[in-house]
């Protein structure tokens, strides 16, 4: 294509057709069928360059050259998916390969929405008074504009990065054009693939809806199936030219900026917009009734994209950002600067905190000895060295850090870790919620600190649901007890209850477990809860003392 590109001279002969190899949809499909199947960043690159000589030659037919952009785009879409879920199967936030992934799949989507715009304003005239073109065909190029325009919010949140405010003008743009001609509320089925008909006005409410559900603190497969959820509910938002407290949140169709929740001061300007949720709301909470009604596991099966608690997690997450106690920072944050020490994994953690218990060790260590397994859980054999980062600002229950470029490979959204500034002698122990990487390759993290007392502590397994401990240890097969490491994660405001949640490996949490606390001389028993949070390779449950 390169080599045609250079010898780009115009219309051909007559001017039938275009100048171009891809003069028809046929012809298209022929040079898509050489893509290399085996290298989808590359199949991509080569049909973006596409997409961009299509979108500037002149020539072409304004229905002809739609028809050749969708071609492109379905054949693009199969290659965009493998890169898409091979980013989510490896991504790393310091990782060339994992960013280029997603800037393949942005310019994609970035090239797709001008050339579909440049067909709709320069061939079919939809701005102007003399359009041209039938309405089905508009609407297919009208909504597939806005699909790739609206997914570059996506993939932007895939890879921790903002969204330009570029998006969102063209977006802005492409619903005026609706509301310019009578379409906003015109169904189309602009892909075969798809049963469910859509407008323009659900295909600009999905992004609007998705980012004010915080999409920055989602892990990216979170923002993946927040995506999916959102297109399912797409029919139930709302949207209207006036405010109401149906539709906290609005945009300025003028502006290109980012949607947001208006308050007391509505804008009183004719291009603002105010949108909600409508009964979306009501048909995620059905879904999280369902989902949370049984124990969720923590783990994905093989083969599964998302567990259940994945599903319940993202539910819960959208459904608190779109609700009337929308979070917001309580803790005014001061800059700060100096070390921090940073350890990840459930196994680290417990080996640096302060440790209760340690009397019954010897107990513990002949049980894990019995099953197999070492038993280490002294500071100084921790093969891991802390990581050093930079401390950028402080509140009272979260810090800011920025990532160095060498370090923070593990590093994810919902990634425990333990945390030490350079001048304490204890460590802190808290969950990445943040993640920014729009500025080059420099990484900055909110951690949000869980507790500034942890402790790891020993449970012993007694049994469930009013079996013995004798016998329940019996049916194990084993004669001695099983003991659980897990970390109470003690807050000041628990301090009189001693702590409220602890976090353990998912692989020994079950709900309704009965367990003594080893805590000293007087054992206490606690009954493990429900899921409040989890990662890889921990979850945070609530308890309650018996």
């Known amino acids: 294509m390169l080599k045609w590109l250079k010898g780009l001279g115009g219309l051909g002969s007559g001017g039938e057709k275009p100048d171009h190899p891809m003069y028809s949809v046929r012809e298209a499909e022929k040079l898509l069928a050489d893509l290399p199947e085996s290298n989808p960043g590359k199949a991509l690159e080569e049909i973006v360059g596409w997409i961009e000589s299509v979108s500037q030659t002149p020539g072409f037919e304004p229905a002809l050259r739609g028809a050749v ?18 980013y989510l199967g490896e991504a790393r936030i310091h990782d060339h390969r994992s960013r ?12 797709l929405s001008e050339a579909y715009l440049n067909c709709l304003v320069d061939d079919f005239g939809i701005e102007s008074e003399a359009r041209s073109g039938e309405d089905e065909t508009l609407m297919t190029v009208l909504c597939r504009g806005m699909r790739s325009t609206g997914l570059q919010e996506k993939v932007r949140h895939l890879n921790y990065q903002g969204v330009d405010n570029q998006v969102w003008g063209r977006l802005y743009r492409y619903y005026r054009i609706a509301e310019k001609v009578g379409l906003e509320n015109r169904s189309a089925k602009p892909y075969r693939a798809e049963q469910t008909p859509t407008t323009p006005q659900q295909e600009l409410l999905r992004p609007l809806l998705l980012e004010v559900g915080a999409l920055e603190s989602l892990a990216p497969e979170h923002v993946e199936l927040a995506s999916r959820m959102v297109s399912r509910i797409a029919n139930a938002f709302t949207i209207s030219d006036k405010p109401s407290p149906a539709n906290p949140f609005c945009v300025d169709l003028a502006q290109p900026a980012s949607p947001f929740q208006y308050g007391d001061a509505p804008p009183a300007v004719p291009t603002a917009r105010f949108f909600g949720p409508g009964t979306g709301a009501d048909r995620l909470k059905e879904m999280l009734d369902r ?9 994905r099966k093989e083969g599964q994209e998302f567990s259940r608690w994945d599903v319940v997690r993202v539910l819960r ?12 920072r309580l803790n005014k944050r001061t800059r700060a600067q100096g070390k921090i020490y940073i350890l990840h994994s459930l196994d680290a953690i417990r080996r640096v905190v302060i440790q209760v218990g340690t009397d019954q060790f010897a107990a513990i260590e002949a049980t894990y000895a019995e099953r197999g397994h070492e038993l280490s859980l002294v500071a100084e054999e921790l093969d891991v060295a802390p990581e050093v980062w930079t401390e950028k600002d402080v509140s009272d229950n979260g810090i800011g850090v920025e990532v160095p470029p060498k370090h923070g490979e593990w590093v994810k959204i919902g990634r425990m870790c333990a945390v030490k500034r350079a001048d304490a002698d204890y460590w802190w122990v808290g969950v990445i919620r943040r993640l920014d990487a729009k500025a080059g390759m420099s990484v900055s993290a909110g951690i949000e600190i869980l507790s500034k007392n942890p402790a790891s502590m020993w449970l012993k397994l007694v049994g469930k649901e009013g079996q013995m401990a004798s016998t329940w240890a019996t049916s194990t097969g084993s004669h001695r007890y099983d003991y659980v490491n897990s970390v109470m994660l003690e807050s000041e405001r628990d301090s009189a209850t001693l702590g409220s949640t602890l976090a353990i490996d998912p692989k020994e949490y079950v709900q309704d477990m009965v367990c003594e606390a080893l805590i000293g001389e007087k054992s206490r028993l606690i009954k493990m ?12 449950i609530s308890f309650s003392w018996m």
Not at 319 to 328: A, I, Q, T, V
């Open 69 to 86: 952009l969708r071609t492109l785009e379905d054949t693009g879409l199969r290659f965009e998916e493998t890169l898409l879920n091979q």
């Open 100 to 111: 280029d992934r997603c800037q393949k799949s942005l310019a994609f989507r970035a090239a």
């Open 291 to 299: 989902e949370a009604a049984n124990p969720l596991p923590g783990d």
């Open 317 to 328: 997450h959208l459904l608190l950002y779109w609700g009337p106690e929308r979070p917001f």
């Open 529 to 540: 809860g429900g899921q409040r949070d989890s990662g890889d390779d921990f979850v945070i």
